[in-house]
């Protein structure tokens, strides 16, 4: 720990930011990066997915409180004891989600409780708390069918899935709670997110997450479709740059802003680099498209340029080594940032 971590320990005063799903993967490096900003965190996560090691760093140090909380049953009586302790909350990064599309398909009642309610019961907590600003996790879902290329904000919302209705319900709430309650509130639509710390182990896990772990272990790749598809894939060091800077600014009231590179990769191409950066003999194999599959996706960039000047600064190749490191347990360059 160097001095300044000390100092941090000693005086800790900064602001106090609660992180729903703060021990995922976005959730504990954004955690990292609030302290690093000198802020103190309490986490709110049900490990359902979360992971005590995520946030390993932080053990015993005052300034991270982990509390164990399904963000569906409300979050007020678990935060009574620890903000009578730490003060009140200034501001909340609101991350915790059932992340797979699939999932919501299949389960359309179950993310309506955890992706829409879930947000209703943050925000509630926000007005009646006299929180700041809250600043939440949606997603280029929203877009569902799009037809322009780069998406921007305003192009129409046509969600395809229950995931993304939920999302896009959420932001109207946030813009609900700005407007009539004051509570300052910012929507980051995210594109394809990836990095260390993201679980490659389920069939509905990150693309990259799941490519790097068969290249390592020599096995083949499998690509849905062609593989011509695209994605927009931001490297989770600049997410969670982009989530600690809406949640400490003032800027972006109301607003919805995609956070993205403005770069698009197939996944053919991604395929071909994850093989070479990992010098692996694994062949690709196709299968079946997935069922309704976005063919482009592809962020307009300007709006978080504009309000917050982030700009993506990780190149995918960078982004790839730094994973691939993680995934061989190397220290890699990137392993909190
Ligand atoms: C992403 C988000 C999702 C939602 C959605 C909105 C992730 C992990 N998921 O879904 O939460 O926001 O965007 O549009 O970021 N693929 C393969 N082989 C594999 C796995 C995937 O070819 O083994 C393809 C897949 O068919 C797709 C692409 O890779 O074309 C990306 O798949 P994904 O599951 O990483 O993410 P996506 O864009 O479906």
């Excluded at 300044?4 to 954004?30: E, K, M, N, W, Y």
């Excluded at 322009?148 to 899935?161: C, D």
């Excluded at 482009?296 to 982004?319: C, H, K, M, Y």
Aim: net charge negative.
């Amino acid at each position: 720990m160097s001095a300044t971590q000390t100092d941090h320990r000693s005086d800790a005063t900064g602001p106090l930011v609660a992180v729903t799903g703060g021990a995922g993967f976005i959730g504990s490096h954004t955690v990292d990066r609030l302290i690093e900003a000198g802020c103190r965190v309490i986490v709110l996560d049900d490990f359902s997915t979360g992971k005590r090691e995520n946030l390993a760093t932080w053990a015993g140090d005052e300034r991270v409180e982990i509390l164990t909380v399904n963000i569906a049953d409300g979050i007020f009586a678990a935060l009574a004891p620890v903000t009578a302790r730490m003060g009140p909350i200034s501001r909340i990064i609101h991350l915790a989600a059932q992340t797979a599309v699939i999932h919501s398909i299949a389960n359309p009642l179950d993310d309506v409780r955890v992706n829409y309610a879930g947000t209703v019961q943050v925000l509630e907590y926000a007005r009646a708390s006299g929180v700041d600003k809250v600043v939440f996790a949606s997603s280029a879902a929203v877009y569902g069918d799009v037809t322009e290329s780069p998406v921007g904000e305003n192009a129409p919302k046509k969600p395809v899935s229950p995931y993304g209705i939920d999302k896009l319900g959420s932001e109207n709430f946030l813009y609900y709670y700005s407007t009539v309650h004051r509570v300052a509130a910012t929507a980051l639509r995210f594109f394809n997110v990836y990095g260390p710390r993201q679980d490659p182990k389920s069939p509905y896990s990150g693309v990259i997450s799941i490519f790097a772990d068969r290249a390592m272990a020599e096995t083949p790749l499998t690509i849905f479709g062609d593989g011509e598809q695209t994605r927009d894939f931001v490297y989770v060091g600049d997410v969670s740059r982009i989530v600690v800077d809406a949640c400490l600014s003032d800027a972006g009231d109301r607003e919805a802003v995609n956070v993205g590179t403005g770069k698009e990769t197939t996944i053919n191409e991604l395929a071909r680099t994850v093989i070479e950066l990992c010098g692996a003999n694994s062949t690709i194999t196709h299968a079946e498209a997935r069922p309704g599959e976005i063919l482009r996706s592809l962020a307009a960039v300007d709006r978080a340029d504009t309000i917050f000047n982030f700009r993506a600064q990780v190149p995918l190749a960078e982004g790839l080594r730094a994973t691939l490191d993680w995934a061989r347990g190397w220290p890699g360059l990137n392993k909190t940032a």
